[in-house]
């Protein structure tokens, strides 16, 4: 009986063992960019990212700062009142409707020669929403202001 409880453990053993390394594999080969970090604009002047890396850059959109460009491309910059990042939205989408100066927006992309270089934009969907990472580098520059206004 004592050598059927221990077989049956080093099975259990030897599964769960070859389901990691299952895993691990798996991870090995997916894209680049499947794990894509959040950014604030004060991170990503401390500590530039890698050359062709993919993240999200997200703060406020700057007051003044939105340059129409042809087509769908724009400019713009996001801050979070420590630091400015320059945005130029290179993507197949139009600007969301939502997109404006002083709301907060979260832009996928990459960091070239000192300019964000955009493919998605994404803006809040109501008068009240912010991202939470957004949030949480705002209130750590101690520029968040609350939708009541404090």
Do not use: C
């Not at 500590?47 to 129409?68: D, N, Q």
């Not at 630091?83 to 197949?92: D, I, K, L, R």
């Not at 000192?114 to 580098?137: C, N, Q, S």
């Amino acid at each position: 009986m004592r050598g059927l409880k221990k077989q049956r453990r080093m099975q259990i053993v030897g599964l769960a063992l070859a389901s990691v390394v299952a895993v691990m594999a798996l991870l090995a080969f997916l894209p680049d960019d499947a794990f894509q970090l959040f950014r604030s604009p004060s991170e990503l002047t401390e500590k530039p990212p890698r050359p062709g890396e993919v993240f999200k850059l997200g703060g406020l959109v700057a007051e003044g700062s939105v340059v129409p460009g042809q087509g769908n491309h724009f400019s713009f910059v996001i801050t979070d009142g420590g630091a400015e990042v320059a945005v130029n939205y290179v993507g197949n989408d139009v600007r969301p409707n939502l997109f404006s100066e002083g709301q907060g927006t979260i832009a996928t992309g990459k960091y070239v020669n000192g300019v964000f270089e955009a493919t998605e934009i994404l803006a809040k969907h109501d008068e009240e929403y912010m991202p939470r990472e957004v949030v949480d580098a705002l209130k750590e520059r101690g520029v968040f202001k609350e939708a009541d206004g404090s």
